[in-house]
């Protein structure tokens, strides 16, 4: 039984920091992409950084979050993370985590498991 399971969302001010974690069970982690995925109200849900766990751990990110977002990994633990600094109001969503083979995908059909998610909330 795949899951994963998000924390660490929550409610901050323009510019503030906060850091998301996502714990995988039941999944062969190891050797394949992590993603994390949000949804704003009314948008569809985008992709804002997936990382391989294996390998060379190359990591992708959206246009909007580069610079300030990074996505990290700890094998060990069977967790993802999301570092987000500078946060602006426009990172308002809810905040998935989601796992497939390949990082090639950018939509969210790409991805077969998913967690339930955690809400983040910027206010200006």
């Known amino acids: 039984h795949v899951q994963l399971v998000e924390s660490g969302g929550g409610s901050v001010q323009a510019g503030g920091s906060l850091r998301l974690s996502c714990v995988v069970s039941?999944?062969?982690?190891?050797?394949?992409?992590m993603a994390w995925f949000r949804q704003a109200p009314g948008k569809e849900r985008e992709r804002v950084a997936a990382?391989?766990?294996?390998?060379?751990?190359?990591?992708y990110y959206a246009d909007s979050v580069k610079g300030r977002f990074t996505v990290s990994k700890d094998n060990a633990k069977n967790t993802l993370y999301l570092q987000m600094n500078s946060l602006k109001p426009e990172d308002t969503g809810m905040y998935h985590c989601?796992?497939?083979?390949?990082?090639?995908?950018?939509?969210?059909?790409?991805?077969?498991?998913w967690g339930q998610g955690t809400q983040v909330t910027v206010s200006s």
């Open positions: 989601a796992a497939d083979l390949l990082c090639a995908g950018w939509v969210a059909r790409d991805y077969t498991y």
């Open positions: 990382i391989y766990t294996g390998g060379s751990s190359s990591a």
């Open positions: 039941g999944y062969t982690y190891s050797g394949n992409c």
